[in-house]
């Protein structure tokens, strides 16, 4: 499966990620994470592969996270609702998200970048 990089073109961590893979010459599909949030499927089977905890895919700085008060309801939802929860807006999504299908990355620390991308 070709990478695929969920970014957001007003995000500086994505920006970061996105100049990095170039830089390292890593193939890759963007897409807008805002106007096309992966579906509940494709985030279960990004979260399965990935091996973290669901609640790290949660873009806890973001506004509309602080808005909905998610913090104290996080704790409390199902694994279902967090799913669905996510992908109804592409900005509750902690980014950059990457995944080949079978590595993910979640956010941008250039180490975890070149332990999963590099020499693509």
Do not use: H
């Not at 961590?13 to 890759?28: D, H, P």
């Not at 873009?59 to 008060?69: A, H, L």
């Not at 995944?99 to 620390?109: A, E």
């Amino acid at each position: 499966m070709a990478i695929k990089a969920y970014l957001y073109d007003k995000c500086g961590t994505c920006r970061k990620a996105k100049q990095w893979l170039n830089s390292s010459g890593v193939a890759f599909e963007e897409i807008p994470i805002v106007d096309a949030p992966p579906s509940k499927e494709e985030l279960r089977s990004i979260w399965k592969a990935s091996g973290l905890d669901l609640r790290k895919f949660f873009n806890v700085s973001g506004q509309y996270y602080r808005e909905q008060g998610l913090k104290d309801k996080l704790p409390r939802m199902s694994e279902e609702e967090m799913l669905e929860l996510l992908s109804s807006n592409g900005k509750l999504i902690k980014r950059p998200l990457i995944t080949d299908g079978q590595t993910v990355t979640v956010g941008f620390k250039e180490e975890e970048m070149e332990k999963a991308w590099g020499g693509r």
